[in-house]
């Protein structure tokens, strides 16, 4: 049993899952906490424009998380099958492509920031001073000067994980997300810049995140991870399965901010205490969110590795593992914001009006976790076996043809419920559609495994 071999598909799927999926999840719960702390030291500030900062900034900086997801996760569906397929060679190439074409978009955006900064905060719906004001100086911290550390950090992850070592991946995420803990109550309260302390913290954790993660490629003896351009080698077709195997998670994340953009252009009508509820109550939808990413990111170089080396077995195996956690996951998560949501909204802000409104939309998004934990690993399945096709069809339909409509007909005809309400019905749609899917592609992978074995016979 060669290296490769023997640590993808060394040991039973149960064990093999939690060893690659526990280290990816406890570091975005590391995650998790500091996204948290930024509201919670901003929330304490009791000023409703600097927590609704975060909500408008919020898609502007997922503009980041999508360019990462289109060359990242492409990149590791690449790599872990060429690990699969024992070629090393078309790894190391892919990694030093998804790298570099990374960083020259991420510098554009980050000059279009500069150059149309008021037309695009305008465009979110920072329409008062004070919200314009706290937005723009979050936003110069988080993507103008930490944008390449930022995008370099998860794009390495990315990487990391698809050689399959979890725990340093996890390791270098852990360490910039402590550290943002660390700093976020010396910028924001102590010298009280509110949310241009978030973000000046955010941008610092970034930044020594992803100097821990070059050191860690600079020591790992034989890795297929290159840095170096030198190596940098065009390769259409390569080129076109990286990108289209990132298409549908950078999707997820455009349609995301589209839908986001419209929400808070119809919640800002309704003043910044609606805005600042919504804001906190998408750092609770963040819960279900970074956790699930932790397990599918875990679960998907080791279904990539089994479907590059024709072990068409287990990838069903790992798929049946993977949905039964995230299953019972998200109805735990359910139930416990049912019951605390007050308490937690009352943990990030004093403001009485934020509590009340929050815990009512709190209540009512939450319904969308089961919808969103499954739906979200179907299409993370469907990437690390190729099947870029149907990974896309999943998020166009979810906000495509439910989401970003439901907004604009629910938030104008039921006002500000019906824009909380229009989630969990696209994810509960999503989860069907994709359930279909799901269960088609599993037929193809029992034909497949019965050719295979078929094959293995004749020879």
């Given at each position: 049993m060669n290296k490769d071999k023997e640590l993808f598909e060394g040991a039973s799927v149960p064990r093999t899952i939690m060893k690659f999926a526990i280290p990816t999840v406890l570091s975005q719960l590391i995650i998790l906490v500091y996204n948290l702390a930024d509201t919670f030291f901003v929330g304490h500030t009791n000023e409703p424009s600097q927590i609704a900062a975060l909500a408008l900034s919020f898609p502007l900086f997922m503009v980041m998380t999508m360019i990462s997801n289109l060359f990242g996760i492409g990149a590791n569906s690449f790599i872990s099958r060429s690990l699969g397929q024992g070629q090393r060679d078309k790894a190391k190439q892919a990694s030093t492509f998804a790298f570099y074409g990374s960083m020259a978009v991420i510098a554009v955006y980050m000059v279009i920031m500069v150059l149309f900064k008021k037309p695009i905060l305008l465009a979110v719906g920072a329409n008062t001073d004070a919200a314009f004001q706290a937005t723009s100086e979050y936003l110069m911290w988080t993507v103008v000067w930490g944008g390449i550390p930022t995008v370099g950090n998860f794009m390495l992850g990315h990487f990391i994980r698809a050689e399959g070592n979890t725990k340093q991946a996890s390791i270098g995420m852990a360490i910039g997300g402590i550290l943002n803990i660390i700093l976020d109550p010396i910028f924001i309260k102590i010298m009280g810049k509110g949310?241009?302390?978030?973000?000046?913290?955010?941008?610092?954790?970034?930044?020594?995140?992803?100097?821990?993660?070059?050191?860690?490629?600079?020591?790992?003896?034989?890795?297929?991870?290159?840095?170096?351009?030198?190596?940098?080698?065009?390769?259409?077709?390569?080129?076109?399965?990286?990108?289209?195997?990132?298409?549908p998670s950078a999707t997820i994340i455009i349609l995301g901010i589209t839908a986001?953009?419209?929400?808070?252009?119809?919640?800002?009508?309704?003043?910044?205490?609606?805005?600042?509820?919504?804001?906190?109550?998408q750092k609770f939808g963040s819960i279900v969110v970074q956790v699930t990413v932790g397990v599918t990111q875990g679960v998907m170089p080791l279904i990539g590795f089994s479907y590059g080396s024709q072990n068409y077995k287990r990838v069903r195996e790992l798929n049946r593992y993977s949905i039964i956690i995230l299953a019972i996951y998200s109805a735990g998560v359910l139930a416990f914001i049912e019951l605390f949501a007050p308490l937690m909204l009352k943990a990030f802000t004093g403001d009485a009006a934020t509590v009340a409104l929050g815990t009512y939309f709190a209540r009512l998004w939450?319904?969308?976790?089961?919808?969103?934990?499954?739906?979200?690993?179907?299409?993370?399945?469907?990437?690390?076996?190729?099947?870029?096709?149907?990974?896309?069809?999943?998020?166009?339909?979810?906000?495509?043809?439910?989401?970003?409509?439901?907004?604009?007909?629910?938030?104008?005809?039921?006002?500000?419920?019906?824009?909380?309400?229009?989630?969990?019905?696209?994810?509960?749609?999503?989860?069907?559609?994709?359930?279909?899917?799901?269960?088609?592609?599993?037929?193809?992978?029992?034909?497949?495994?019965?050719?295979?074995?078929?094959?293995?016979?004749a020879e």
């Open positions: 949310a241009a302390g978030a973000g000046l913290a955010t941008a610092i954790s970034n930044l020594v995140a992803f100097i821990y993660l070059i050191n860690v490629i600079r020591r790992t003896e034989n890795t297929v991870i290159s840095l170096n351009p030198k190596n940098f080698k065009f390769d259409g077709a390569m080129a076109k399965g990286i990108l289209l195997v990132g298409l986001n953009l419209i929400l808070n252009d119809l919640m800002s009508d309704y003043g910044d205490v609606a805005l600042a509820s919504y804001g906190i109550v939450i319904i969308s976790a089961p919808g969103m934990s499954l739906s979200n690993l179907f299409g993370s399945i469907f990437q690390a076996v190729g099947r870029w096709k149907e990974g896309l069809a999943l998020p166009v339909f979810r906000q495509g043809f439910i989401l970003i409509p439901l907004n604009i007909i629910l938030g104008k005809t039921i006002g500000q419920v019906g824009l909380i309400i229009a989630q969990p019905i696209a994810d509960t749609s999503v989860l069907i559609f994709g359930l279909i899917l799901f269960f088609t592609l599993n037929r193809k992978l029992k034909k497949l495994e019965a050719e295979h074995e078929a094959g293995k016979l």
